[in-house]
């Protein structure tokens, strides 16, 4: 039976993430900076969402581990500027890589880390959050045109996981890298 306890402290909360390596990463922390000032930003994409686990977080790293040697690495294309319609969630798509990343989501959230999401699992690179809901349509308008002038690569390499924990405030720390690698199939 998985962790479903939404009451949890953020500080124990979990995640497990592919942080996007520069320039675009680079790109998109001054970007995030940009649209809410203040703000910790690591260029990532996440596999897992934030969630309280039901071990503690050594064993929950090995699971994590034994499960990566089941997958090899591949490439994620970035896609176009959105917003989340309910949590209004500015963010970037994913134009390639989508069914790759829904696949570790599914392989990735079962023991220690299973948990039942408030919403469907939607790969995606935030960009801003937790703003005025005043300013959502000059924040995305601003996130658009910037990304449409970035004239570098759109594409990164997801061959590492990192096994993440919110410490305070939502302050992150890296706990673990996983390394995904490739198993011959049959």
């Known amino acids: ?22 320039p675009l ?25 934030p969630r309280p686990i039901c071990a503690d977080e050594g064993r929950a790293a090995e699971e994590l581990a034994e499960l990566a040697e089941n997958f090899s690495g591949f490439d994620v294309e970035l896609g176009r500027v ?3 319609p309910v949590s209004k969630v500015v963010y970037i798509g994913i134009a390639r890589g989508e069914r790759e990343l829904r696949e570790l989501y599914r392989a990735f959230n079962k023991g220690a880390m299973l948990y039942h999401e408030p919403f469907p699992y939607h790969p995606h ?4 959050q937790n703003f005025p809901l005043e300013s959502l349509e000059k924040l995305a308008e ?26 305070c405030g939502n302050s992150w720390a890296d706990l673990a890298n996983i390394q995904l690698r490739a198993v011959p199939v049959g």
């Not at 949890?8 to 995640?15: G, T």
């Open 142 to 167: 601003t996130a658009s045109r910037e990304w449409e002038d970035y004239r570098h690569s759109r594409s990164f390499p997801v061959h590492t996981l990192d096994f993440v924990k919110n410490t």
């Open 25 to 49: 990463g680079d790109f998109l922390d001054r970007l995030r900076l940009e649209l809410v000032p203040g703000c910790s930003p690591h260029a990532h994409v996440t596999v897992l969402p």
């Open 82 to 84: 959105e917003i989340f």
């Open 125 to 128: 690179v935030t960009l801003a």
């Open 1 to 22: 039976m998985g962790c479903n306890n939404g009451g949890e402290s953020p500080a124990q909360q979990f995640a497990l993430v592919s942080y996007i390596p520069d």
